[in-house]
C-alpha cells in the first residue's frame, strides 16, 4: 500500500518545524488535500503523546521481533494498535484497559486464562469460557 491509496483516509500532517519538513514535503500532501499542522515554536512538549506511543510500540513489541516485510510490519503493528487501544491498562484510567470487561469477576468461581498476541510478545487476561 503506497501513499495514494493511504491519502483518502489521511486528513492532517502535524510534524514539528524541524528544517527535514521542507516545503516540497509539505506540498506532496497539499496536493492531496491534507492540512499541515506544525507544532507550536519552543514548545518541546507538544509532540510527546506521539513520541510515547512510538516508545511504548518500540520497547513492548517492534524491538522483540525480526521484522520480514512492509506487510509482516503492518501485520505486527496493526495487532499491536488494537492491543493498544482496547486491551492495554492505561494509567491514566487507574490502571483499567479503555474497553474493560463487563461488571466485576469473583474470581474464586471463575477462571483466567491468559491470550497470547502476537505469539506471546503481549499477553492479555480474560474470562475462560
Not at 507538544?46 to 510490519?73: F, K, M, T, V, Y
Not at 492495554?88 to 463487563?102: G, K, Q, V
Amino acid at each position: 500500500m503506497d501513499l495514494s491509496e493511504r491519502m483518502a483516509t489521511v486528513k492532517f500532517l502535524i510534524h514539528d518545524r524541524d528544517t527535514k519538513f521542507t516545503a516540497a514535503f509539505d506540498q506532496v500532501f497539499l496536493s492531496q488535500d491534507c492540512r499541515i499542522i506544525r507544532t507550536p515554536v519552543r514548545a518541546p512538549r507538544a509532540n510527546a503523546i506521539c513520541e510515547r506511543w512510538i516508545g511504548s510500540a518500540r520497547r513492548e513489541c517492534l524491538d522483540r521481533l525480526l521484522i520480514l516485510g512492509e506487510r509482516h510490519c503492518r501485520a505486527v503493528l496493526r495487532a499491536y494498535v488494537d492491543h493498544y487501544n482496547r486491551g492495554r491498562p492505561h494509567r491514566s484510567l487507574d490502571y483499567s484497559p479503555p474497553t474493560p470487561a463487563n461488571g466485576l469477576v469473583d474470581l474464586t468461581k471463575h477462571r483466567i486464562e491468559r491470550r497470547p498476541i502476537l505469539g506471546g510478545i503481549i499477553n492479555e487476561s480474560c474470562r475462560a469460557a
